[in-house]
């Protein structure tokens, strides 16, 4: 009997992805329950199987150009609760359960130091 | 006297941001007070100036290799109300107020069409 998230369910899926010149699709990664955008992530077609199918977050590294599996060096792993392909296919929207914080900085989210932008009028 | 987002203050800000090999930058689109993400645009140098400076938020189209400011055809404007740069400098998450929908399909969000997973277990 096929479930949600057998190889050949998911292998359609991956089908509609469409990834760039690079073979990689961004993944903007979200905290399922508090909804902060904690980082934005790169995956081939195998680490966003791999996603898929185990149920935690592998990205590719452009820097490293190797895989990494969250959290298997820092402990601070993603728990995948939903994924999500945009309109156009060259997106994805991972809601994960983060362990501690994302970014390798220590803090929550990638996004916690450095503001680009005040409120306009605020100054 | 200076301001938040002055000419000087926005090119400073600015020269932090690492725009890939086409001259772009990822932006994470959120809504400032749902927290919904509503889609992954691009900007390079120019857009996010604009964005910046006007508090509309701009990107550059990839398939038509043009500016567009949001909502100028279709009135489903974004009002710029935060932007903050990644750790590496890569990625911008912006948050903005959106009217109306976010996708040019109609959805509110440009992930509400293709679920990629089902929550382990749950099939």
């Not at 995956?43 to 150009?65: H, I, M």
């Not at 060259?90 to 994960?96: F, G, R, T």
Request: net charge negative; aromatic share 6%; hydrophobic share 40%.
């Amino acid at each position: 009997m096929s479930t949600a998230n057998d190889d050949a369910s998911v292998e359609e899926r991956l089908a509609g992805v469409s990834f760039n010149a690079d073979g990689l699709v961004a993944v903007i990664v979200q905290q399922f329950d508090t909804h902060e955008v904690l980082m934005l992530g790169w995956a081939d077609a195998e680490a966003l199987r791999c996603t898929l199918t185990t149920g935690r977050a592998v990205y590719w590294s452009r820097s490293r150009q190797e895989y990494w599996r969250k959290g298997d060096t820092s402990g601070n792993i993603q728990v995948v609760h939903e994924a999500r392909l945009d309109c156009d296919g060259d997106a994805v929207l991972l809601k994960v359960d983060q362990t501690g914080p994302a970014c390798h900085t220590g803090t929550r989210t990638c996004f916690d130091a450095v503001d680009l932008h005040a409120t306009p009028g605020a100054a």
